[in-house]
């Protein structure tokens, strides 16, 4: 599947929020496949739950750099996994999309996934 570029308007960032979008975010792409279901090495998996959201998120990160990034974007909630499937470990087995964040050295690949159906977990 094609992957979806997705805009920020202006009316939705403040002035010093729009620079820094454009700093760490640049693009952000949607794709339709999981990307993170193994990471390779020196990649390791990490995982959050989006509160806000409802969602639970997994990535492959590699540098520190997309780690610090990682940290910013889940409001320091991300853990490094120590399973193969946190996200399903923890009621959130159906796929909704990789969204992929940044550019560069700070671009990482967030799966996203939804809670089981009739689940009532608390995020």
């Excluded at 390779?40 to 520190?64: M, R």
């Excluded at 969204?99 to 009532?120: A, E, F, H, W």
Aim: charged residues 20%; aromatic residues 6%.
């Amino acid at each position: 599947q094609k992957c979806l570029k997705s805009r920020l308007t202006e009316q939705h960032c403040t002035k010093m929020g729009r620079h820094l979008s454009i700093i760490l975010l640049g693009a952000t792409l949607t794709c339709g496949q999981p990307v993170a279901r193994e990471c390779s090495s020196p990649d390791v998996k990490f995982w959050a739950l989006d509160s806000p959201n409802h969602e639970c998120a997994e990535a492959c990160l590699g540098t520190s750099v997309q780690r610090a990034f990682f940290a910013v974007i889940t409001g320091f909630q991300g853990k490094q996994a120590n399973e193969t499937s946190p996200c399903a470990d923890h009621g959130f087995h159906r796929f909704k999309a990789t969204d992929v964040l940044g550019t560069g050295p700070v671009q990482i690949s967030l799966d996203k996934y939804l809670p089981d159906d009739g689940s009532n977990i608390l995020v």
